[in-house]
């Protein structure tokens, strides 16, 4: 307990322990539909019962797993009704999404720190960019590019990496002024160009905040993959996967499909401080 493993895994244990108790009351009106004396019911019976229903209003953990296991393990890859399936699609969309908008913001942030007029012009178009919902904007993008009979991959990368690339400009722009003062007139001492000073002082610098908001960004990129597909109706991913759940009444489907966005994303964000710190210790920091 003195560790990090025992607060863990005792947070985790009473999030399983409330979660299981809350399936009696959210499933009580299921149970009294499948079972003819719910009434007589006791305390364990009822409780096996609310949590082992076919379509209950809120899925215990252990069929949460089921779903994942059945439609991971027992379904082709390459099947729709295959869960690893739908992940690829998200994931490439996500990818996709995550690497052109950080680009983006990085450019902007290059631009926003060196010419003094974006700076006051463009940031705060980019901090109001982020004000419009991006469920309003997201059905808007997929039928207007769908018109132009793009790969339904475009669409979805473009919102991605709508929600992608403001955490990279605003810390980037954050990363790149933060060198001491005295640190930017030694190189100016030196007679360093703006681009040696850039890549010998201001990008070293920025490397922790740039890090910090791909951990940000990765995430983001993915929700806005999930929320792009929701318009595409069959073409597959979890968004699509958790529309046709909601659509056929499918309430394992949709838990299924919403731990496995949580775990790509985990995934992700894991990996993007895996980088980090080979980069960190690549650059001679102690971690």
């Known amino acids: 307990m003195a560790g990090q493993a025992g607060p863990v895994v005792t947070i985790v244990l009473g999030i399983f322990v409330v979660w299981y108790l809350a399936c009696i009351p959210m499933n009580a009106n299921s149970v009294e539909r ?14 096996i019962a609310s949590i082992n229903q076919p379509q209950p209003a809120l899925a215990a953990p252990h069929q949460i797993v089921g779903e994942i296991g059945r439609t991971v393990l027992f379904e082709s890859p390459l099947s729709r009704r ?20 950080t680009l983006l913001g990085i450019g902007l942030a290059i631009l926003i720190v060196h010419m003094r007029s974006l700076r006051k012009s463009l940031l705060p178009w980019i901090i109001v960019s982020q004000t419009i919902p991006i469920l309003a904007i997201a059905p808007m993008v997929v039928i207007v590019l769908g018109k132009l009979d793009l790969p339904i991959i475009v669409p979805k990368a473009l919102i991605a990496a709508y929600l992608c690339f403001f955490p990279v400009a605003i810390s980037m722009v954050k990363g790149l002024t933060s060198p001491d003062p005295m640190q930017l007139d030694l190189m100016r001492t030196y007679n360093a ?8 002082l201001r990008w070293p ?10 951990k ?11 929320v792009a597909e929701m318009p595409t109706g069959a073409q597959g991913g979890l968004g699509s ?9 499918q309430d394992l489907q949709v838990w299924a499909a919403l731990f496995a966005g949580a775990i790509l994303a985990s995934g992700l964000i894991a990996l993007m401080a895996a980088i980090e710190r080979h980069a960190l210790r690549a650059m001679g920091a102690r971690l």
């Open 241 to 249: 996967r958790l529309l046709t759940g909601f659509q056929f009444s």
């Open 193 to 200: 160009s703006t681009a040696q000073t850039l890549w010998k």
């Open 82 to 101: 295959s869960l690893i399936y739908h992940c690829l699609i998200t994931l490439a969309s996500t990818l996709s999404g995550f690497i052109f908008g």
């Open 34 to 47: 499948m079972v003819s004396d719910a009434a007589s019911l006791g305390f364990v019976d009822r409780f």
């Open 205 to 214: 610098a920025s490397t922790p905040f740039l890090f910090a908001s791909l």
């Open 216 to 226: 940000v960004a990765v995430a983001a990129s993915l929700v806005g993959a999930i």
